[in-house]
C-alpha cells in the first residue's frame, strides 16, 4: 500500500527563517503531489501542487516544492517565514492511473515566533 | 462561489447511539471523498464518491460505518453505535475530477461519550 512520511511533526522557527518540510512516498509509479496546509480555525485548503512538468512548483504565499522522482520526495520550502505562515502542514500523493484516492501524510504543525 | 460545507458543525452523543452526518459538495464536482482526523494523525481516508460508479468503501473502518450520496450531490455519512473511538473531526472533500485537487469542508467534530 501508498504511504506518505513527514519526517517533521513539530517545528518551531523564528520570523525570517528559512523553512523545508519533508514528505517522502512509497509509490513508484506515476503520481499526483499536494501540499495542504491548514491554518488555525480554518479549512484544508491547497498550497501548490504538481501533476508533470517543471518538477519546481509555485505556490501561494511564497511555497515551493521540488518534485524529486528518483528520491520519491517532495519537500516544501520558503526562504522566509513568517508569523501569519503557523499552520498544520499536510503532504498527499494520489497515483495517476489508478484510484486516484490521494494518501495524506500525518502532518507537520509549524511555529513561527515574531 | 460557494465552497464545502458540512454540518453539524459539532456533535456530542453518547456510546451506543447512531449519527448522521452532512456534506454538501461544491456544485457541479463529480468526485467526493470522507475523511476523518485525530487529534496528531494524518486524514485517514473512509470512502470516495465518484460520479456514477459504486463508490470505493475501502476505508471504512468497521461494517458500523456506511455513506451514501444521493443524485450525486449532497453526501451522508452514518455511524452506527458509535465508540468512544469514533470521537474525531470527519472531513468531507470535493474535486471536479477525480485527479484534481481537493476542496475540504469545515469539518464536524464527533464526541462520543
Known amino acids: 500500500a501508498q504511504s506518505v512520511s513527514q519526517h517533521n511533526h513539530h517545528v518551531i522557527l523564528s520570523e525570517a527563517a528559512s523553512l523545508e518540510l519533508g514528505c517522502n512516498y512509497s509509490y513508484g509509479g506515476t503520481v499526483n503531489l499536494f501540499w495542504y496546509v491548514q491554518y488555525p480555525g480554518q479549512h484544508l485548503q491547497l498550497l501548490l501542487k504538481?501533476?508533470?512538468?517543471?518538477?519546481l512548483v509555485k505556490g501561494i504565499k511564497g511555497f515551493e516544492a521540488e518534485f524529486i522522482k528518483s528520491k520519491f520526495s517532495f519537500n516544501l520550502r520558503k526562504p522566509s517565514v513568517q508569523w501569519s505562515d503557523t499552520a498544520e502542514y499536510f503532504c498527499?500523493?494520489?497515483?495517476?492511473?489508478?484510484?486516484?484516492?490521494?494518501?495524506f501524510g500525518r502532518g507537520t504543525s509549524l511555529i513561527v515566533h515574531p | 462561489g460557494a465552497g464545502v460545507s458540512q454540518s453539524p458543525s459539532n456533535k456530542v452523543t453518547e456510546k451506543g447511539k447512531d449519527v448522521e452526518l452532512r456534506c454538501d459538495p461544491i456544485?457541479?464536482?463529480?468526485?467526493l471523498y470522507w475523511y476523518r482526523q485525530s487529534l496528531g494523525q494524518g486524514l485517514e481516508f473512509l470512502i470516495y464518491?465518484?460520479?456514477?460508479?459504486?463508490?470505493?468503501k475501502s476505508g471504512l473502518p468497521s461494517d458500523r460505518f456506511s455513506a451514501e450520496r444521493t443524485g450525486g450531490s449532497v453526501s451522508t455519512l452514518t455511524i452506527q453505535r458509535t465508540q468512544q473511538e469514533d470521537s474525531a473531526v470527519y472531513l468531507c472533500a470535493s474535486s471536479l475530477r477525480q485527479d484534481n485537487e481537493q476542496f475540504f469542508g469545515p469539518g464536524t467534530r464527533l464526541t462520543v461519550l
Open positions: 504538481y501533476f508533470s512538468g517543471d518538477p
Open positions: 498527499a500523493v494520489s497515483q495517476r492511473g489508478g484510484s486516484y484516492i490521494p494518501t
Open positions: 464518491f465518484q460520479g456514477n460508479s459504486a463508490p470505493d
Open positions: 456544485s457541479g464536482h463529480t468526485a
